[in-house]
T-cell receptor, first 113, second 114 residues
Framework: KQEVTQIPAALSVPEGENLVLNCSFT??????LQWFRQDPGKGLTSLLL?????REQTSGRLNASLDKSSGRSTLYIAASQPGDSATYLC????????????FGKGTKLTVNP | DAGVTQSPTHLIKTRGQQVTLRCSPI?????VSWYQQVLGQGPQFIFQ???????GRGNFPDRFSARQFPNYSSELNVNALLLGDSALYLC?????????????FGPGTRLLVL
């Protein structure tokens, strides 16, 4: 059974700082790994998707890596801005007949001006 | 193109009542999944439907049911509501790309059970 853990649960940083959010998963037979952003009371916005055959993906100031052997993924945010303040969720996609995502509880990021 | 849409946005029910939530996928997407997100937790998988067939079911009681229509829209039904069913219900539609799939989420329906 896939379990996803995110550390830390909350993080507060000053504007401009580079930061790393961590995600670990128990089943290395992961199909894909997605990072999402969730603003308070809102739905999920997909940030980056890494297929199981890939090691990393980049979009603008965001870079996500995937290491299946160690069961870890990281989301790197460069030059953080107050607008980056949100909860960041990682989710592992399972193999098999269904398209199921297993989510962590998220990391709540606050970027202070 | 419009994203995934869900209705209603908010809903208040009392214990024991029944509720129906609706979802329209992105045009061209044939797969719809439902997730429940309780406050402070990550979303939990409830159902996935593809081409009107159930493809996956999470660890939820039989009070939860869903269906998908010929136009690929979907409904989630919850019977005999409990206080613990209060949550944000998220719908996602899937696009199958070369080598994999990715899910796009709607804004959710916030259900409060009193």
């Amino acid at each position: 059974k896939q379990e996803v853990t995110q550390i830390p649960a909350a993080l507060s940083v000053p504007e401009g700082e580079n930061l790393v959010l961590n995600c670990s998963f128990t089943d290395s037979a992961i199909y894909n790994l997605q990072w999402f952003r969730q603003d308070p009371g809102k739905g999920l916005t997909s940030l980056l998707l890494i297929q199981s055959s890939q090691r990393e993906q980049t979009s603008g100031r965001l870079n996500a890596s995937l290491d299946k052997s160690s069961g870890r993924s990281t989301l790197y945010i460069a030059a953080s801005q107050p607008g980056d303040s949100a909860t960041y969720l990682c989710a592992g996609g399972t193999q098999g007949g269904s398209e199921k995502l297993v989510f962590g509880k998220g990391t709540k990021l606050t970027v202070n001006p | 193109d419009a994203g995934v849409t869900q209705s209603p946005t908010h809903l208040i029910k009392t214990r024991g009542q029944q509720v129906t939530l609706r979802c329209s996928p992105i045009s061209g997407h044939k797969s719809v999944s439902w997730y429940q997100q309780v406050l402070g937790q990550g979303p939990q998988f409830i159902f996935q439907y593809y081409e009107k067939e159930e493809r996956g079911r999470g660890n939820f009681p039989d009070r939860f049911s869903a269906r998908q229509f010929p136009n690929y829209s979907s409904e989630l039904n919850v019977n005999a509501l409990l206080l613990g069913d209060s949550a944000l219900y998220l719908c996602a539609s899937s696009l199958v790309l070369a080598g994999g799939w990715t899910q796009y989420f709607g804004p959710g329906t916030r259900l409060l059970v009193l």
